[in-house]
């Protein structure tokens, strides 16, 4: 083995928050190498010409939940950071009417009013509770959890914060945020609206991407979650990055160069190398070894515990937990090239309504009925779907006149009963096809190419386990001081030197950034106390 | 009664708010439809366009025009070729600046100067014995400033010339079968361009445009992005940043060239064969370090700003249009640095932003400045940095 193959620092995973976690510990003036299974760094929020000319965000395809120390810490703006507001949301209708929100506070509510005059002054309510949870929440985003099990004087103090930090908030905002985590987005819901389109819009997010429905409990949790994006002080507002989230990652990739990090391509790791209880490298699927006294992984924790380290190393229950762990991926993408825009019919030539999502979830209902599908071990015969016409906000994306669009897809679970995913996929690309076609008349006839991503394409390709977007599913038992295991939440691991800072780590899923920034201040810190 | 430009009958039809404001005795779209910052979104990632045809426009012609203009304006006209134009400005005899303004030349002798205020007199009287013609043209010519990195591609489908223009170039052309000179000029630190436009071709070019622009989606914008986009670009606005010291009250009202960051237009001041009016003073003013103030870019700490709020319990704002009046700074002891001119959250830096005039002494990149603030209802103050202007200086504004 040669010096040139020692590093400070090794990351396995070149996913969004590979390249977080690598820019940081670079930054710190760590030798840092970043080593992604792909030709393209990105994992999941990558951008891909599929069809010449269409720039397709193949999986992940909005920007949000990145928090705002991850941009000013790396200097992001620096490197081209170039977000594009998505101002509207426009939610169609069975029977042809629709509710197109923007960002007009008063036209919002004669909107509403449209629907049901008694939710416009709900709405405000509503909206107002939501940003009191949100502000609660906020600072648990941007700490390292408590270590509720921990014996030290440090472990105190935090879990002193917390208590301190909820102790002083308003009682009706903590148990609002209880309600939103332990409880149903309908029942939450059904206390503010009457209005059924104005509650599909509203709970659609709170299915996205975990195998719950609108009317289980947990929902709200997904609800809040999603809720907990910021942009430009818009407090639960999306946006979109110029290029897609591949964009996105490429910008990251940049950053972590600029501050030294080596990325290898093409680098799939296959185990991590320990010694005496510690890692000490890791050796590729090809035998090339790399040797550093830190290794962190990105990837989920099923493959962090069980794939890239020996697990008879770790102890029984942080095993036992592992396999307990809930990675129901119940989401698929079909991305469409388009001809020219869509037409909605009561809309006529209009496309002012495709500057932000399309969410095709006409009441809870209509959510609750593509879940019991899925249930069962089946795709939604009528899916939820989340949609964006990114080449609206992003003219690059797509030829002039032509259009790429993006559809998140819910239910698709990764367990079909009684079928597989390669011989359903393209009759799920039909089912897709054929709900749109239902909204917007002569849908289909503008499709020149479409790309359809199973649970099990997400798996195959980016090795989320189970197809799961969060890399764990976000369930109460599996969020903060439980991610991903009791006792674990802190990025470290019974092996001494062996981080995580992936999506399955607090506080989860979404290009968020947030893992990868807290588990960089674990390693600093370890460092600091060790050296 | 207010007057409406040219593009008007169209940009009613655009204009789904109905909102307008008043811009040098026109109406003015305030902002196109109810996502008016959408319209700041759409320039800097596609191509958007505005009516700048409020704009003053004087033809200044004759065999004396170019020593007109060179003993008139404070940036040396001598050095603009034809086909090329100039951001300039002109100052009064002390020293002081009187007003900006961007001026074309077509030929050794023809020139045409565009500008926020009307200057016909003042121009005239400048003429004294020499061989020049200054006429008004502002009604003649309508403007339109086509703006984005879509902006190329929008018009070279109409007017090819685009693609040979350099930054601040222009050429005559045809769209629509009218004549339109293209510029590559604009008002938003962007690749962009602007179309002079005999006025009564103006909707026939705009429709034009529109029907070219239709693809790269091409939209209006109005005022407010306009304003968000010229802060950005560190662009001072006359009427913001400064007013003609020839209507001052008293000294805090006029400023020296280099006092509002505009030292890099007098580019070979200390050449005498070229007085110019209110040269000898900008002379003595730097040679005896005179200048009270420095023009510098504030850049505000975003985590300071976010815990401010946030510490108090509210939401940090960050969506208002940019602060309508001037915002007090001081320096680490608490004394008077000096007072932002524009104040704005800034999309593409992630964080607010003000163009501000300090103290010299404080005017060294990486300074803090303390920027006033209102939280609560009481006066508190968040961190800055000072920074070069412009914040935002993509490539492409200036790339061929």
């Given at each position: 083995m040669t010096d040139t193959n020692r590093y400070d620092a090794i990351v396995i995973g070149g996913g969004h928050n590979g390249l977080v976690n690598g820019a940081y510990l670079a930054k710190a003036g760590l030798k840092t190498l970043i080593l992604e299974?792909?030709?393209?760094?990105?994992?999941?929020a990558i951008t891909e010409?599929?069809?010449?000319?269409f720039s397709f965000t193949t999986f992940s395809y909005a920007l949000s939940l990145i928090r705002p120390e991850v941009i000013r810490e790396l200097e992001l703006v620096k490197f081209g950071f170039n977000p594009i507001h998505m101002p509207t949301s426009f939610a169609p209708m069975e029977n042809g009417d629709y509710l197109l929100l923007g960002p007009d506070r008063d036209e919002n509510l004669r909107e509403i009013m449209r629907h049901s005059p008694r939710d416009a002054d709900a709405m405000d309510r509503y909206e107002h509770d939501i940003t009191r949870v949100l502000q609660l929440m906020y600072p648990l985003f941007d700490r390292v959890p408590p270590n509720i099990f921990g014996k030290t004087p440090e472990d105190a103090e935090d879990v002193a914060w917390l208590l301190g930090h909820l102790g002083s908030a308003e009682p009706k905002v903590v148990h609002d945020a209880v309600r939103l985590i332990t409880g149903s987005i309908a029942d939450f819901l059904d206390d503010y609206f009457e209005s059924e389109i104005l509650k599909g819009y509203l709970a659609?997010?709170?299915?996205?991407?975990?195998?719950?429905?609108?009317?289980?409990?947990g929902s709200g949790l997904v609800s809040l979650m999603m809720a907990m994006g910021e942009h430009d002080g818009h407090l639960g507002s999306w946006s979109f990055h110029k290029g897609g989230n591949g964009g996105f990652t490429q910008l990251l990739a940049t950053a972590a160069q600029a501050f030294g990090a080596e990325i290898r391509l093409e680098?799939?790791?296959?185990h991590v190398i320990t010694k005496d209880g510690r890692a000490i490298g890791v050796v590729l699927a090809d035998g090339t070894e790399f040797h550093a006294g830190v290794v962190v992984s990105a990837l989920d924790p099923r493959q962090t515990f069980?794939?890239?380290?020996?697990?008879?190393?770790?102890p029984d229950d942080l095993v036992e937990s592992i396999d307990r762990f809930?990675?129901?991926?119940t989401s698929a993408k079909v991305n469409f090239a388009l001809d020219a825009a869509p037409r909605y019919p009561a809309l006529g030539?209009?496309?002012?309504?495709?500057?932000g999502f399309i969410s095709v979830a006409p009441s809870i209902e209509y959510l609750e009925r593509a879940y019991d599908a899925s249930k069962y071990g089946w795709y939604s015969e009528r899916p939820y779907l989340d949609c964006c016409i990114q080449s609206f906000l992003?003219?690059?994306?797509?030829?002039?006149g032509k259009h790429v669009m993006s559809c998140f897809v819910q239910y698709a679970p990764y367990h079909l009963k009684g079928g597989d995913w390669d011989t359903e996929r393209d009759n799920l690309g039909d089912t897709v096809q054929a709900t749109l076609e239902g909204f917007f008349p002569g849908f289909g006839a503008l499709v020149l190419h479409r790309e359809i991503v199973t649970p099990l394409d997400i798996e195959r390709v980016v090795g989320l386990s189970e197809g799961n977007i969060y890399a764990g599913d976000f369930l109460a038992p599996q969020?903060?001081?439980?991610?991903?295991?009791p006792g674990w939440?802190?990025?470290?691991?019974?092996?001494?030197?062996y981080y995580q800072c992936g999506s399955?780590?607090?506080?989860?899923?979404?290009?968020?950034g947030a893992p990868a920034r807290l588990a960089s201040q674990q390693i600093l810190k370890d460092r600091v106390a060790t050296s | 009664m207010v007057k409406t430009t040219p593009f008007h009958p169209r940009l009613a039809e655009l204009n789904t708010t109905q909102l307008w404001t008043h811009w040098a005795g026109y109406l003015s779209a305030t902002?196109?439809?109810?996502?008016?910052k959408h319209e700041y979104f759409g320039v800097r990632n596609a191509v958007g366009f505005f009516d700048a045809s409020p704009l003053h426009k004087y033809e200044i012609s004759g065999r004396d025009a170019e020593r007109f203009l060179s003993g008139l304006?404070?940036?040396?006209?001598?050095?603009?070729?034809?086909g090329r134009a100039q951001y300039t400005i002109w100052c009064d005899s002390s020293g002081h600046v009187l007003e900006d303004g961007v001026v074309f030349r077509h030929s050794d002798t023809d020139f045409l100067l565009t500008a926020a205020e009307p200057n016909l007199s003042f121009l005239q009287s400048q003429?004294?014995?020499?061989q020049v013609c200054v006429v008004q043209v502002s009604e003649q010519y309508a403007m339109l400033a086509v703006q984005g990195p879509r902006s190329r591609a929008a018009l070279a489908a109409l007017a090819p010339e685009v693609n040979r223009l350099g930054y601040f170039g222009h050429a005559q052309s045809k769209i629509a079968g009218c004549e339109v000179t293209v510029s590559?000029?604009?008002?938003?630190?962007?690749l962009g361009y602007e179309i002079r436009i005999p006025s009564d071709d103006a909707l026939s070019v705009l429709d034009a445009v529109l029907e070219a622009g239709e693809p790269h989606r091409m939209r209006p914008f109005g005022d407010q992005a306009l304003n968000l986009l010229r802060i950005e670009a560190g662009l001072p606005l006359i009427g913001v940043e400064f007013t003609s010291s020839r209507y001052s009250?008293?000294?805090?009202d006029r400023f020296t060239p280099d006092e509002l960051g505009f030292?890099?237009?007098?580019?070979?001041?200390?050449?005498?064969?070229r007085p110019f009016v209110g040269r000898r003073s900008i002379l003595a003013e730097r040679a005896n370090h005179a200048s009270r103030w420095t023009t510098v870019g504030l850049s505000v700490d975003s985590r300071a700003y976010d815990s401010l709020f946030f510490d108090a319990g509210l939401v940090p704002p960050k969506?208002?249009?940019?602060?309508?009046w001037e915002t007090m700074l001081y320096d680490d002891r608490g004394e008077r640095a000096g007072y932002a001119t524009s104040y704005t959250y800034s999309p593409m830096m992630q964080t607010h932003v003000g163009i501000a005039r300090v103290r010299p002494e404080l005017a060294v990149v990486g300074n803090t400045i303390h920027v006033e603030q209102t939280v609560n209802h009481v006066y508190t103050t968040v961190a800055a940095t000072v920074t070069k202007l412009p914040f935002f200086n993509p490539e492409r504004k200036t790339s061929m």
């Amino acid at each position: 083995m040669t010096d040139t193959n020692r590093y400070d620092a090794i990351v396995i995973g070149g996913g969004h928050n590979g390249l977080v976690n690598g820019a940081y510990l670079a930054k710190a003036g760590l030798k840092t190498l970043i080593l992604e299974r792909r030709h393209l760094v990105g994992g999941a929020a990558i951008t891909e010409e599929l069809f010449p000319g269409f720039s397709f965000t193949t999986f992940s395809y909005a920007l949000s939940l990145i928090r705002p120390e991850v941009i000013r810490e790396l200097e992001l703006v620096k490197f081209g950071f170039n977000p594009i507001h998505m101002p509207t949301s426009f939610a169609p209708m069975e029977n042809g009417d629709y509710l197109l929100l923007g960002p007009d506070r008063d036209e919002n509510l004669r909107e509403i009013m449209r629907h049901s005059p008694r939710d416009a002054d709900a709405m405000d309510r509503y909206e107002h509770d939501i940003t009191r949870v949100l502000q609660l929440m906020y600072p648990l985003f941007d700490r390292v959890p408590p270590n509720i099990f921990g014996k030290t004087p440090e472990d105190a103090e935090d879990v002193a914060w917390l208590l301190g930090h909820l102790g002083s908030a308003e009682p009706k905002v903590v148990h609002d945020a209880v309600r939103l985590i332990t409880g149903s987005i309908a029942d939450f819901l059904d206390d503010y609206f009457e209005s059924e389109i104005l509650k599909g819009y509203l709970a659609a997010s709170s299915t996205t991407g975990t195998k719950v429905g609108p009317m289980s409990a947990g929902s709200g949790l997904v609800s809040l979650m999603m809720a907990m994006g910021e942009h430009d002080g818009h407090l639960g507002s999306w946006s979109f990055h110029k290029g897609g989230n591949g964009g996105f990652t490429q910008l990251l990739a940049t950053a972590a160069q600029a501050f030294g990090a080596e990325i290898r391509l093409e680098a799939a790791v296959d185990h991590v190398i320990t010694k005496d209880g510690r890692a000490i490298g890791v050796v590729l699927a090809d035998g090339t070894e790399f040797h550093a006294g830190v290794v962190v992984s990105a990837l989920d924790p099923r493959q962090t515990f069980t794939k890239l380290v020996d697990q008879r190393e770790l102890p029984d229950d942080l095993v036992e937990s592992i396999d307990r762990f809930q990675f129901n991926g119940t989401s698929a993408k079909v991305n469409f090239a388009l001809d020219a825009a869509p037409r909605y019919p009561a809309l006529g030539d209009r496309t002012d309504q495709y500057r932000g999502f399309i969410s095709v979830a006409p009441s809870i209902e209509y959510l609750e009925r593509a879940y019991d599908a899925s249930k069962y071990g089946w795709y939604s015969e009528r899916p939820y779907l989340d949609c964006c016409i990114q080449s609206f906000l992003d003219p690059d994306m797509a030829p002039p006149g032509k259009h790429v669009m993006s559809c998140f897809v819910q239910y698709a679970p990764y367990h079909l009963k009684g079928g597989d995913w390669d011989t359903e996929r393209d009759n799920l690309g039909d089912t897709v096809q054929a709900t749109l076609e239902g909204f917007f008349p002569g849908f289909g006839a503008l499709v020149l190419h479409r790309e359809i991503v199973t649970p099990l394409d997400i798996e195959r390709v980016v090795g989320l386990s189970e197809g799961n977007i969060y890399a764990g599913d976000f369930l109460a038992p599996q969020m903060y001081f439980f991610r991903p295991a009791p006792g674990w939440s802190q990025y470290r691991t019974p092996i001494e030197g062996y981080y995580q800072c992936g999506s399955g780590t607090h506080p989860g899923g979404c290009v968020m950034g947030a893992p990868a920034r807290l588990a960089s201040q674990q390693i600093l810190k370890d460092r600091v106390a060790t050296s | 009664m207010v007057k409406t430009t040219p593009f008007h009958p169209r940009l009613a039809e655009l204009n789904t708010t109905q909102l307008w404001t008043h811009w040098a005795g026109y109406l003015s779209a305030t902002q196109y439809d109810v996502a008016g910052k959408h319209e700041y979104f759409g320039v800097r990632n596609a191509v958007g366009f505005f009516d700048a045809s409020p704009l003053h426009k004087y033809e200044i012609s004759g065999r004396d025009a170019e020593r007109f203009l060179s003993g008139l304006l404070a940036r040396d006209i001598r050095t603009c070729r034809p086909g090329r134009a100039q951001y300039t400005i002109w100052c009064d005899s002390s020293g002081h600046v009187l007003e900006d303004g961007v001026v074309f030349r077509h030929s050794d002798t023809d020139f045409l100067l565009t500008a926020a205020e009307p200057n016909l007199s003042f121009l005239q009287s400048q003429i004294g014995s020499m061989q020049v013609c200054v006429v008004q043209v502002s009604e003649q010519y309508a403007m339109l400033a086509v703006q984005g990195p879509r902006s190329r591609a929008a018009l070279a489908a109409l007017a090819p010339e685009v693609n040979r223009l350099g930054y601040f170039g222009h050429a005559q052309s045809k769209i629509a079968g009218c004549e339109v000179t293209v510029s590559r000029t604009g008002f938003t630190g962007d690749l962009g361009y602007e179309i002079r436009i005999p006025s009564d071709d103006a909707l026939s070019v705009l429709d034009a445009v529109l029907e070219a622009g239709e693809p790269h989606r091409m939209r209006p914008f109005g005022d407010q992005a306009l304003n968000l986009l010229r802060i950005e670009a560190g662009l001072p606005l006359i009427g913001v940043e400064f007013t003609s010291s020839r209507y001052s009250f008293n000294e805090h009202d006029r400023f020296t060239p280099d006092e509002l960051g505009f030292g890099w237009l007098l580019k070979g001041i200390d050449d005498e064969s070229r007085p110019f009016v209110g040269r000898r003073s900008i002379l003595a003013e730097r040679a005896n370090h005179a200048s009270r103030w420095t023009t510098v870019g504030l850049s505000v700490d975003s985590r300071a700003y976010d815990s401010l709020f946030f510490d108090a319990g509210l939401v940090p704002p960050k969506d208002e249009p940019p602060a309508a009046w001037e915002t007090m700074l001081y320096d680490d002891r608490g004394e008077r640095a000096g007072y932002a001119t524009s104040y704005t959250y800034s999309p593409m830096m992630q964080t607010h932003v003000g163009i501000a005039r300090v103290r010299p002494e404080l005017a060294v990149v990486g300074n803090t400045i303390h920027v006033e603030q209102t939280v609560n209802h009481v006066y508190t103050t968040v961190a800055a940095t000072v920074t070069k202007l412009p914040f935002f200086n993509p490539e492409r504004k200036t790339s061929m």
